[in-house]
């Protein structure tokens, strides 16, 4: 079974203690850093002479950056990889030049359907605010738009289905086994246009909403975007968030930046809510799974 020669993590991955350990058994040297490095020639120098690179979701590693450092020959994502255009890893290049690349999924939504469950609920019934409806309600019978059916879209519409809401979702294609919970496949537009809270649940980099879709939208909606970037054109959020509207993100990736972090209409809790602590034993055993199989096959 192979042995890196050096292991370097460029920035903080979130593998726990005992993860750590195992990977230092798999690696003649492993260099853990804590912080987030500031630019490429930064995650050049932390690579140096490194066989395995390992990064979370917070840096990039650019094909520049792999073509300076050639002694490459595994990058491990210790985030979601669910394509080549939303990875944080030049994917093609990698591919070109034999870098095996891996990613994880599926690590940390339960937090995230927690989150999304606990803010709405919150909105609802009025807990500290006023209720959205005008009086206390709950879930049962609210249209729930999901964008994106994925792992953590459909775990967000089966929450709301659970607790009685009516679910619509649009998707790149309509879903059997969702049709046969009864939920229904929508065109964008209506599907904004229909639902009284709508949850984007996308990949990176993925924009779907324009100044066209928040129109359909209209007013007195509640959205959350639970991706790790905007699912929308920040000039039209801009103009649609200035009505009767309110927009949940757990993190700033979410909203985009700071520039709406004190805007009235805007919650954010500034923190990743799929962080728990069984997110992150989950994480680590699946970074780890992925380690160990590069390790055997060469």
Known sequence: MYKFKKVVAIEPVGLEPWAEERLRSM?????????????????????????????????????DVLARCPQVRYVGMCCSLYSPESANVDIR???AHGITVTGIRDYGDEGVVEYVVSALVRRLHGFGMEPWFGEPSEITGLK????????????IADAMRFFGAEIG????????????????????????????????????????LGDG????????KL??????????????????????NVCYCDTVGALGGE????????????????????????????????????????
């Open 27 to 63: 690696a003649c040297d492993v260099t853990m850093h804590a912080d987030i490095p500031q630019d490429a020639d930064e995650i050049v120098r932390r690579i140096g002479g490194a066989d395995a690179v390992l990064l979370s979701y917070t840096s990039t590693i650019t094909g």
């Open 93 to 95: 290049y990698a591919e």
């Open 144 to 155: 729930a738009g999901i964008v994106g059916l994925g792992k953590s879209g459909g775990m």
């Open 169 to 208: 979702y649009f998707a790149r294609s309509e879903k059997a086994a969702a049709a046969a919970k009864g939920y229904r496949f929508m065109p964008l537009g209506d599907l904004l246009e229909w639902s009284d809270v709508v949850f984007c649940c996308l990949n990176k980099n993925t924009v779907l």
């Open 213 to 220: 879709e928040f129109a359909r939208l209209g007013s007195h």
């Open 223 to 244: 959205l959350f975007n639970t991706g790790l970037s905007p699912a929308w054109q920040e000039d039209a959020f801009a103009r649609w968030i200035e009505g009767d």
């Open 259 to 298: 520039r709406f972090l004190g805007h009235p209409h805007v919650r954010c809790a500034c923190v990743s809510t799929g962080r728990t602590r069984q997110a992150s034993r989950r994480l680590s055993e699946k970074v780890l799974a992925n380690v160990e199989a590069f390790c055997k096959r060469s």
